[in-house]
């Protein structure tokens, strides 16, 4: 069973890198031609592709085919192997927590925020200062970008990023789609609330450069700001394009659809036969996510 464990997680990273690459190379393009909102959908092609990885097919002649035959007939030391992935995921939930923790200890002393927090009842966390850095306009601006957050479900979907992150500790194409995700989710949310109120561009420019003066990381939960200056200069950059046609937009979907549906079936049909309890332990955790969305 170890050497099933192991094997599936093999599959499961290659699939989600590959899927990664394929997202990273189109995230601009579908930037500039259909609108942040749909770059960042993008990302739904890494959990899809696997899950594709994650099913199994009836033709054992597969990529895989060899690979599996050859590992489950000498697996190199599987239980070893799997604890010490488990103990990597045991300090990645660690690390997760202690910053959890951290970003809670700066909210009650008032130095952390504009963020949302929160898995089951999202909240709004703002600092101490918030009445006196922000305008009435400004706090306007940020209360609707945090309130498309909470609308979009986006602290589930960081929170299944970050449980992602944990169970591929090893593999840094992973963490490197997390931060690019995030960035791309906080685009999309300015795309959603310049949208609503095009007028307050200029205000929601300066609320940005106000929020990114200070920021604590938040595993479980959404940022007002991503750190650094190059997400910062994006997310204002953002906010002088025009917002995509709806034409536009209706081909972003298609082709939103298409990627997603081909990274699915290209790693499902490179897999072979796989035991049913691996389908069902696997995709247990994603079943209960579209439920609770």
């Known amino acids: 069973m170890a050497a099933e464990v192991l094997l599936a997680l ?12 394929g997202v990273v190379l189109l995230r601009g393009l579908a930037r500039r031609l259909f609108g942040v909102q749909l770059a960042y959908a993008l990302w739904l092609a890494v959990p899809a592709a696997m899950l594709g990885a994650l099913f199994s097919t009836s033709d054992p002649s597969t990529p895989y085919g060899s690979m599996k035959a050859m590992w489950l007939a000498n697996p190199p030391h599987p239980v070893a192997l799997l604890a010490f992935w488990l103990t990597g995921v045991a300090a990645s939930l660690g ?16 130095t952390a925020g504009p963020a949302v927090t929160g898995i089951v ?9 918030f009445a006196e850095r922000f305008t009435p306009a400004e ?8 309130r498309a957050h909470i609308d979009r479900l986006d602290v589930r979907v960081n929170a299944w990023t970050v449980l992602i992150q944990c169970l591929g500790w090893f593999n840094p194409l992973i963490h490197l789609a997390a931060r690019a995700m995030r960035l791309d989710q906080e685009l999309a949310c300015d795309a959603m609330v310049v949208g609503r109120l095009p007028h307050e561009r200029r205000a929601y420019a300066e609320a940005l450069l106000k929020a990114g003066l200070a920021q604590i990381d938040l595993p479980l ?6 750190r650094g200056v190059h997400p910062l200069e994006a997310r204002i950059t953002m906010l002088t394009r025009p917002a995509p046609t709806g034409v536009r937009q209706d081909v972003g979907i298609a082709v939103l659809a298409a990627v997603t549906m081909t990274a699915m079936c290209t790693a499902w ?7 049913p ?3 069902l332990i696997v995709t247990l955790p994603f079943t209960v996510m579209f439920d609770l969305a």
């Not at 706090?139 to 945090?146: F, P, S």
């Not at 049909?269 to 035991?275: C, H, K, T």
């Open 10 to 21: 093999i599959r499961a990273n290659i699939a989600a890198s590959a899927a990664i690459v």
């Open 95 to 110: 690390l997760v927590a202690w910053a959890q923790l951290r970003f809670l200890a700066a909210a009650r002393a008032g």
């Open 121 to 129: 009842h999202a909240r709004l966390v703002v600092p101490s200062d």
């Open 139 to 146: 706090r306007k601006l940020v209360r609707a970008h945090e």
């Open 221 to 226: 939960g959404c940022c007002w700001t991503a």
């Open 269 to 275: 049909a490179a897999q072979p036969p796989q035991p």
């Open 277 to 279: 309890w691996l389908a």
